[in-house]
């Protein structure tokens, strides 16, 4: 095996899609190259499809696999990846490659020991940078735009291996050993509920779970996820905010959200002694320049704190779509910006006696890469779309990027 190929994740670990398609990570979905659809496929022959099996030959021969370019990339630049991180925590997945693989890429055991099961896209908010694949609210507003026709508003997936999702689970629940919960909005759904209560019931507190949760709220049907937060082990429960912008921009760019309830939320997560909070910041071109007052007002609050020596939030570069990246912002502006970053890393570092140049690493090299005028343009184009159909005024909210508007025109 070529170590800087290999991949731990397709030898334990299947991504449902809320439409029943199977990615093998969820970092791969944009390249829409499925493992296979629960809708017609059994797990078994979704686990040793022909793409999940020339997905592993690939990685075997030291090939770096198209669909599994947002790690490859980030590595080349900050030499930190998903895979990277995977690799280190699953070391023994990795010693049994040899062991249970063929020369097909066929694999005889199937242990799901990291679970990212998506059964709905059940979500109240219609973030800018998402859409309908992962957001109920959004299929109104994208039928608006044309960009899909027929699809039903919530999507669900009612079985797998033509038993009920909570069989499934029961199932796989004494293999488990890190969970994802992301949406949609996971603490909207049935099933992560079901999960939850699966693990609370077995005591497997030993499981690492991992929430992607946009903070709305923490309530379901009566229960609060709080009484099951706090039964976790110390090292084994992380919940990643997602926190793109604060107050008015957040409630525009993460279209539904109510800032004050989000921020309140905020400040009762770190009410938790057991918990890693995480933020994590989606930086585009609407928000890049902002970082620093995104980030010194989670300090205020407490969620980046000094237990975690101010280093407890990541930022999540967002490479597609191409109108929502950073290289639309003109080169004069990106430049500019890019100094802003490094000042404030610098006078954020010495305040707090830490580091977090690591953190932005990424960020920086693609604020130095060319303007993308097409991307640009396109920019406009939907910025303008999505006002009309929302009765939004985007460049009211984020007066930064109007300089796009007056260059680039939009298609009428």
Request: overall charge neutral; proline content about 4%; hydrophobic content about 35%.
């Amino acid at each position: 095996m070529k170590k800087d190929t290999i991949c731990a994740i397709p030898w334990m670990h299947l991504n449902f899609e809320p439409n029943g398609k199977v990615v093998p990570c969820c970092l791969t979905s944009t390249h829409n190259y499925f493992a296979g659809d629960l809708n017609t496929d059994s797990i078994e022959e979704i686990w040793n499809s022909e793409n999940m099996k020339s997905l592993r030959l690939q990685m075997i021969n030291g090939e770096q696999p198209k669909i599994c370019s947002t790690c490859f990339n980030k590595e080349s630049v900050t030499g930190l990846s998903g895979r990277i991180h995977n690799n280190k925590a699953f070391p023994q997945v990795l010693e049994r490659i040899p062991e249970i693989t063929d020369e097909t890429g066929h694999v005889s055991e199937m242990n799901l020991l990291y679970w990212d099961f998506r059964f709905s896209n059940l979500c109240n908010l219609k973030c800018r940078s998402c859409g309908p694949r992962y957001s109920s609210a959004w299929v109104p507003d994208a039928k608006k735009l044309g960009l899909i026709s027929d699809q039903d508003k919530v999507w669900n997936i009612d079985s797998v291996d033509d038993a009920n999702n909570f069989d499934f689970l029961t199932e796989q629940i004494g293999v488990v050993e890190k969970i994802y919960f992301a949406g949609g909005e996971p603490l909207m759904m049935d099933e992560h509920w079901q999960i939850l209560e699966l693990l609370d019931k077995n005591k497997r507190h030993d499981v690492k779970i991992c929430y992607n949760t946009n903070c709305t709220t923490f309530t379901y049907k009566n229960k609060d996820v709080f009484d099951y937060w706090k039964n976790w082990n110390a090292d084994k429960l992380e919940i990643w905010p997602s926190i793109d912008e604060i107050g008015h921009r957040a409630e525009l760019i993460r279209s539904g959200t109510v800032w004050s309830r989000v921020e309140n939320n905020l400040k009762r997560l770190t009410t938790l002694d057991n918990t890693l909070i995480k933020p994590g910041i989606t930086v585009g071109a609407w928000n890049v320049f902002r970082l620093p007052e995104i980030i010194t007002h989670l300090v205020d609050i407490g969620v980046i704190n000094s237990e975690r020596h101010y280093q407890n939030f990541f930022l999540n570069l967002i490479e597609m779509p191409l109108h929502y990246n950073i290289t639309i912002l003109p080169d004069k502006f990106k430049n500019k910006t890019k100094k802003r970053l490094i000042k404030f890393i610098g006078s954020f570092n010495k305040k707090y006696n830490t580091d977090i140049r690591e953190h932005f690493t990424q960020i920086l090299s693609e604020l130095s890469k060319d303007h993308n005028p097409k991307a640009a343009h396109r920019f406009v184009t939907m910025t303008a779309k999505v006002d009309s159909v929302r009765k939004e005024q985007f460049y009211d909210v984020v007066p930064e990027l109007k300089m796009l508007q007056k260059a680039y025109a939009p298609d009428v």
